[in-house]
């Protein structure tokens, strides 16, 4: 039976690639939990030591960094910058399921946004957003506008982690 490390980082790569590196001191985990924000994309490098090797990422190559943990910290969990859209990965089946069923938004009612993303590796993403107040007309203008203009996506993904994804690597985003 394996032990399942204090942090787990996946780091995804513009060619398709996953790079996995695990964490076993609650105290460097920390350390690079500190670090973990939406501006990871705009580094010029990202580097990564470990006990016998250092492994160096340009910033340009990463799609998305994913951090596991049994318990993220609620600071963690606050990174994005509309902390009031808690946004999640979904699988293909279930955005077709949703995006048959999504009803028009309701002034102040809460709402579901589906969002199916394309990048540049060909990589597909399926999300689905949840808006605790909807609003109508040019607010939900405004809301979508300020959805593109962010430079990365922060969602819970499926493996039970939080992804950032870099927004300079998508080639398409769909919002239903």
């Known amino acids: ?31 690079i939990l500190s670090q973990f924000n939406l501006k ?18 340009q910033g340009s190559s990463l799609l998305g960094v994913t951090i596991i943990m049994k318990e993220l910290r609620e600071d963690v969990l606050q990174v994005n910058e509309n902390p009031k859209i808690t946004i999640k990965e979904i699988t ?31 990589k597909r993403l399926w999300l689905e957003g949840h808006i605790p107040h909807a609003a109508v007309g040019i607010h939900m203008r405004q809301l979508i506008h300020n959805w593109f203009q962010i430079k990365s996506l922060l969602c819970h993904s499926l493996n039970g982690g ?6 300079a690597h998508m080639l398409s985003c769909t919002l239903s």
């Open 1 to 31: 039976m394996s032990v399942q490390p204090y942090l787990e980082i996946h780091l995804h790569l513009v060619n398709g690639n996953i790079h996995k590196f695990t964490q076993n001191d609650p105290s460097q985990a920390e350390l």
């Open 92 to 122: 293909q089946e279930n955005y077709i399921t949703l995006h048959s069923k999504l009803k028009t938004a309701v002034e102040g009612e809460p709402l579901i946004i589906l969002n199916e993303i394309e990048f540049v590796s060909g």
């Open 40 to 57: 990871l994309f705009a580094l010029p490098s990202l580097i990564i030591y470990g006990d016998k090797k250092v492994v160096t990422y």
């Open 162 to 167: 939080l992804t950032i994804w870099s927004r």
